[in-house]
Structure formats: C-alpha cells, structure tokens
C-alpha cells in the first residue's frame, strides 16, 4: 500500500491516510504521528507540565486515536485534528484522575475570597511566547491547571468540568478563578522582569 504524505489542510490525502490507518497501515499511521504529534505533545504538556510525563501521554493517546479511529467521521478540514486533541485530552485528563484517586489527593474546593489580578503591561503581555505561556499553566497547581484548561483550551462549562472532575461547580468556578490570579502575577512578575534588561 502506498504511503500518503498528508499535509495540514489538503483533505484529500487526510481522508486516505484514515482509510489506509483504520486497514492497519503502519506506514500511514506513521504519517499522522508526524504530522499531528508536536501539536498534540503541547496539548498533554498543557494538562500535566511535565515533558517526560506529557510524551507518555502523547504515546498512550496515539495508541487511543489508532484504536479508535474507526469511530472518527469526517466533518471536513480541521476536524481530524479536533477529534484527535479530543482523544489525547481524555487520556490526559483520565489519567490526572486516575492519579488523584490512587494518591488520594483531593481537589481543593476553595472558598476563600482573591483579588483580582490584572495584567500591568498589557502590551507586554502580548509579546510573550506560546512557549513561555504554556510554562506558566504548567507551573499552576494540578487542580487548577486542570480546570483551567478543560474550561479555556477545550471549552468545556463549569457544569461538564464538575461532572469530569467529581467536584461541584462552584469549586470549579473558584479553581479558574484562582487560575486565572496566578497567571495574572506570574505575567506580572515576568514583565517585570524582562523590563529590567
């Protein structure tokens, strides 16, 4: 069988490289690992801010997407690569909860009042990397980063995080909300610092 390069935005080699990936193609399988990896490491570093830690998961996704790909139905450009952040996010949240539970942390349901964080320097702010922002959510505690990013990066409500996570929805209004506090200062504090070079 021969291999297909398939390139983001050309369908008609991403709908060949899906048929020939659910007939068991190993090449084509290989072609969407290429393609679509670096994409989808960021989306497990994003849950977990950890590299070694977010390339197992990126593993452990590919091996989901390979033996799920069956159930993918096209929706036309864009949406092998929704479903497929779809499917590594699931492992990645899957197994933060599977973690929680065997280390039997507890989200921590916060009630306490904060005050809100605004950025000083908005223009600043702009001019930071994907990079440098993606460390900062990483760098957040487990629970907030994972609220704060089913909530920004896969849209998910307050009511579906609550279902996913076990926790009520006012604790996950809190945990973005204190997120959010977070990352506000850790901007602040890299402005800052960068405006002293």
């Known amino acids: 069988m021969k291999l297909i390069h398939a390139k983001q935005g050309d369908l008609t080699d991403e709908e060949t490289l899906v048929k020939q990936c659910r007939a068991g193609n190993n090449m084509a399988r290989k072609s969407l690992y290429l393609v679509y990896s670096k994409r989808l490491l960021a989306v497990c570093y994003r849950y977990c801010g ?9 593993h452990d996704g590919f091996i989901k997407v390979f033996t799920t790909i069956g159930k993918f139905e096209w929706r036309g450009k864009g949406s092998l690569e929704l479903w ?3 499917v590594v996010a699931h492992v990645c949240y899957d197994y933060l909860l599977a973690q929680k539970a065997k ?7 916060d009630n306490d009042a904060v005050d809100e964080a605004t950025l ?18 990483a760098e957040l505690p487990e ?3 994972m609220v704060f ?17 076990g926790i ?6 809190s945990q973005l909300h204190r997120a959010k506090y977070i ?7 890299f402005i800052k610092h960068e405006a002293k070079k």
Not at 50 to 58: E, G, H
Not at 103 to 109: P, T
Not at 183 to 189: A, C, D, H, Q, V
């Open 168 to 173: 009520n929805e006012h604790s996950s209004t």
């Open 149 to 165: 990013n089913l909530y920004v990066f896969e849209k998910k409500t307050h009511k579906e995080i609550a279902e996913i996570l």
């Open 84 to 86: 497929m952040k779809s």
């Open 103 to 109: 280390n039997e942390v507890e989200l921590k349901e």
């Open 143 to 145: 629970g907030y980063r």
């Open 50 to 58: 950890n590299l070694d830690l977010a390339q197992d998961l990126l």
């Open 120 to 137: 000083e320097d908005e223009s600043m702010a702009a001019q930071l990397t994907e990079r440098q922002l993606l460390d900062f959510v």
């Open 183 to 189: 990352l506000s200062k850790k901007i602040n504090e």
